[in-house]
């Protein structure tokens, strides 16, 4: 069975320090791989995704993911944290079968000090 | 981002109340979902629709109904609630036909069972 692993629950990173969020994943096939960002009262938005290709995906708001296969990782970075980037992140793995069918990590929360 | 958009954002309701969550997307997707965001617990598929009919069924409790009258609308209606269903409600969509469609969600409906 997939399962997504989010080793930190909470992270807190100084102002326009780097920022590196763990992910580890469990899935027999080539994965659908995904960052999600989800704000307080608010649903989750799509940073950035991995399908096949390049192994480093570039997202929104300056993010990246590097897709390491040999270490089933999917660690999400940051060169320098802005403070609107306080928020939950959450990593998920799937495939697409006629629809997304996604497993979500519990999330790490980022709190950015200044 | 008003392309699901999920109505109330919060409802109170007891536990011999029958209410019904809303959503709607004006992407033009064909695939429809619903999560539960419980604190501390990863997100929970609930119930997808395909092309309006239903292809994933988690083994949510009958309390919960999913309608999907059409592409653009979701329902979820609630009967004899329990307080541990307390949570975020998420709505997502995507175009299940393309590999390349993530989910996109709707900003959630807090629902407390008092």
């Known amino acids: 069975a997939q399962s997504v692993t989010q080793p930190d629950i909470h992270i807190t990173v100084s102002e326009g320090a780097s920022l590196e969020l763990r992910c580890n994943y469990s899935?027999?096939?080539?994965?659908?791989l995904f960052w999600y960002v989800q704000s307080p009262g608010q649903g989750l938005q799509l940073l950035l995704k991995y399908f096949s290709g390049d192994t480093l995906v570039q997202g929104i708001k300056g993010f990246e993911a590097e897709f390491k296969r040999s270490q089933s990782s999917f660690n999400l970075r940051k060169p320098s944290v802005h403070w609107s980037d306080a928020a939950e992140y959450f990593c998920?793995?799937?495939?697409?079968?006629?629809?997304?069918?996604?497993?979500f990590g519990t999330g790490t929360r980022l709190l950015v000090s200044p | 981002e008003t392309g699901v958009t999920q109505t109330p954002r919060h409802l109170v309701m007891g536990m011999t109340n029958k209410k019904s969550l809303k959503c709607e997307q004006h992407l033009g997707h064909n695939a429809m979902y619903w999560y539960k965001q419980s604190a501390k617990k990863p997100l929970e598929l609930m119930f997808v629709y395909s092309l309006e009919e239903r292809v994933e069924n988690n083994s949510v409790p009958s309390r919960f109904s999913p309608e999907c009258p059409n592409s653009s609308h979701l329902f979820l209606h609630l009967h004899t609630l329990q307080p541990e269903d307390s949570a975020l409600y998420l709505c997502a969509s995507s175009q299940g036909s393309s590999y390349n469609s993530p989910l996109h969600f709707g900003n959630g409906t807090r629902l407390t069972v008092t």
């Open positions: 998920a793995v799937g495939r697409n079968t006629g629809f997304q069918k996604l497993v």
């Open positions: 899935y027999g096939a080539t994965p659908y």
